[in-house]
């Protein structure tokens, strides 16, 4: 520490000029100041093109690939009984012949109460607890969970109400003069039970009005819904709800017609497929029992495989060996007796201590962490039965589990392929050396040669300590096990196929039960089950009703294209498009003010706001003139303007420009789009679907495999880019966007990760070591002109005191 001295002895303002000399010297670091703040713009500039990147392909998504550019309005030609709305995909002509049902929703009422709306729950004998309730989804299937409401006893009816409405439950509840209502708020027909079923607590409802559940925890609230039944295009059939999707119309049903002929087409399907369903439910039955017999036989097979492996034991052995457990057998492998006769010190009959004694085992007798980990883990029956075994019990069967561990370990197929080759194996293997580059080398040219240079070095070592006998035992279980599990996998097929089979024929059995009941059956309640199983029974062709003479012409829907709004949809991306290109282009052609560097501190205070504003205006200009990512960038969304499409159907429509969307001509427009929208008409006109899949191209591959036919007739293959244009122009824009991440990183980045980042890392620590050099010369200054003054201040002295002697 320098101590500083003022000017007194000079008179000299000597902070005023060490402020001056270090001003100067300052001005290295202001320059790698503003180098910094410059890196920080220019970082700033190009994250600023990635968000307007970023925003364009958002749009593009939004508007141009979810929502589809191809527009399509229906028409139908009777709006009495239908209506519909043309989605993109919709295609072809839908003809309605007849509705003879309209989807309804269930409902439930309950009996008379003497309760209002105010009425608390607990004044019916109600407690609080929970209630759930299960209800037809849209789309006519029930839920597999019942949503849960939780009740209180002091609440009041009218709140009990509005829970259950208020829920996700999928129910409508009212509570007027007396009586409660129940309604699904999806229409539809549950064929295998009621539209909305109370799960728990249905006591609830018994109490309320449902007297049928008064006592139950679950039970049906509501019944009775329907679906849509009518024939389209000579195809009877039926959906949940009265708007349904089909071949691309949102069609809704408004009032039947035709109702006979739907019927009877509906009665004939359902009566055929009842047939169907149940013939195919004999079928996959059959073959269920096939594969479970195939099963069964594989498996008995397999455990007479796998019994060959205890052939060597005594009967007594084979006892003690089949009751150790799966998880004991593979340890039994890596021990040897000495290691027993240790365990038999052990007393088993205190299971913790002889644990804590099993961890306490000396490595020095090999009793390694990981082997004190399995015993550990042993079953402690299977501890003592092993510790008390005699050694020639005990060899015996370590061999066998020895053997079944090598079968686990290797490949199934590779032990399969040793099948007759046992005995030569294992002769050829006695003795010898398999670390050698080539350890058959020896072996005449033939079959067992090739085989064994086949097996890689772990299955030799496995293979080498085993008999012929052995071998073949192992070649054989494989054998079996292969066979066992390919009848397995077949079996469990068949059974999938067989609960499907099941479910289908269940199904139509319902449907079609339920649609005689309603249109053939006339009798009484009591006799339509055995007047529906005479029908079955004796019946091969499907019953018909008396169809009314008086008919409906059929409703016909079909949509044509929107060639206008796909116009208009052209016209919106082009303009914004443009607006992207026009920002990016100017960017790299802006003006350069070299001589308006980054503000100082010192130069800010001098300055005002605007002052301010209109400098950094000139110094940030021109911070991405030239830059090569952006040029490079641009080049590629310019390029693919003209690039053809060889997925498109019609090649008079597979580049933008045969459409009437080039680039405008003049150059410094950097590559913008312009219109000629009488061509654009033309081909929207012609063919609105090549135009479509022109832009975009959901199915399309960077790399795909096509066909193309020569002038000649020959046909061959090459690839090709088949994505839209605007698949293409997505992918141009994220290799720009991430060449910018590259360059300058995303905000949430380290500065070591990206290169500009980097640069103004190395400026700061050009920074900071000037900072401290700046430290060292202002200390310099400060010494030279203290000793300045201390020599002025000696000299003053020695001057005073010579005046003195004079005096004197």
Known sequence: MVNRIGGLASGMDIDALVAKLMQAEKSPLIKLQQKKTMYEWQRDAYRGINTKLQTFDKYIADNLILKSMKSKTAAVSNSTYASATATSSASGTLVLEGVSQLAAAARGLGDQKNATADTKLSELGISSGVIKLNAIKPDGTMPTEGTEIVIDESMTISKFVEKINDSNAGVSALFENGRLSITAKNTGDNKNGAEVQVTAGADVFGKLGFTSLIGQTSGDLAQGGKNAIFQVNGIATERASNTFNISGYNVTLKETFNAGGTINSLLTLSFNERKNAADDLI??????????????????????????????????????????????????????????????????????????????????????????????????????????????????ISDVAKLEKTFNVLDKQVLKGLSGLGADIATALTGRDLTVEDPFADLPEGPLKDKLNSLDKGTLKALQDLSGDEIENLSAAADAQIKLTTAHNEFKQAETALKAAQTRNDNAEASYKQLYKENI??????????????????????????????????????????????????????????????????????????????????????????????????????????????????????????????????????????????????????????????????????????????FSNLDGKQKDTITVTDKDGNITTKEADTRGYLQKLRSAMDGLKIDIEKKAGRASATEQTYSIGKNIVDTNKRIDTWQ?????????????????????????????????????
């Open 283 to 396: 079928t996959k039955d059959s073959a269920f029992n096939t594969k479970k017999s195939a099963y069964e036989s594989a498996q008995t097979s397999n455990d007479a495989a796998r019994a060959k492996f205890l052939d060597s034991l005594t009967g007594a052995q084979k006892v003690i060996y089949s009751n150790l457990s799966l998880e004991t057998r593979p340890v039994l492998a890596e021990l040897d007796y000495s290691q027993v006769t240790k365990l038999a010190t052990i007393d088993f009959t205190d299971e913790a201590a002889a644990r804590t004694a099993i961890a306490n085992l000396s490595e020095a007798d090999g009793f390694t962490p990981a082997l004190k980990e399995a015993l550990g883990k042993m079953n402690i029956g299977d501890l003592k039965e092993i510790s008390e075994l005699p050694e020639a019990d005990f060899n015996a």
């Open 521 to 694: 059956f006339k009798g009484n309640e009591a006799d339509f089950e055995a007047a529906y199983q005479n029908h079955i029974a004796n019946d091969t062709t499907p019953p018909q009703i008396t169809a009314d003479p008086s008919t409906v012409s059929p409703v016909t829907i079909t949509s044509t294209t929107n060639v206008d709004e796909m116009m208009n949809k052209i016209k919106e991306f082009v303009t914004t498009y443009n607006g992207l290109i026009k920002d990016l282009s100017e960017q790299t052609k802006e003006t350069k003010y070299r001589s308006f560097a980054p503000l100082t501190d010192e130069q800010r205070k001098d300055m005002s706001e605007n002052e301010i504003k209109l400098w950094e205006e000139k110094a940030k200009s021109g911070l991405l003139r030239g830059d090569t990512i952006l040029r490079s960038g641009l080049a590629s969304m310019r390029a693919l303007v003209y690039e053809a499409n060889p997925s498109v159907s019609n090649p008079k429509f597979n580049t933008l420009f045969n459409i009437g969307i080039t680039t405008t001509k003049n150059y410094n427009d950097g590559g913008q789009l312009e219109i000629d929208e009488k061509k654009l008409q033309k081909a929207l006109e012609e063919d609105p679907d090549a135009v479509a899949a022109l």
């Open 772 to 808: 401290e050099k700046l430290k060292d010369i202002e200390a310099r200054y400060w010494k030279q002109f203290t000793a300045m003054e201390q020599a002025i201040n000696k000299a003053n002295s020695q001057s005073s005191m010579f005046m003195q002697g004079l005096g004197a």
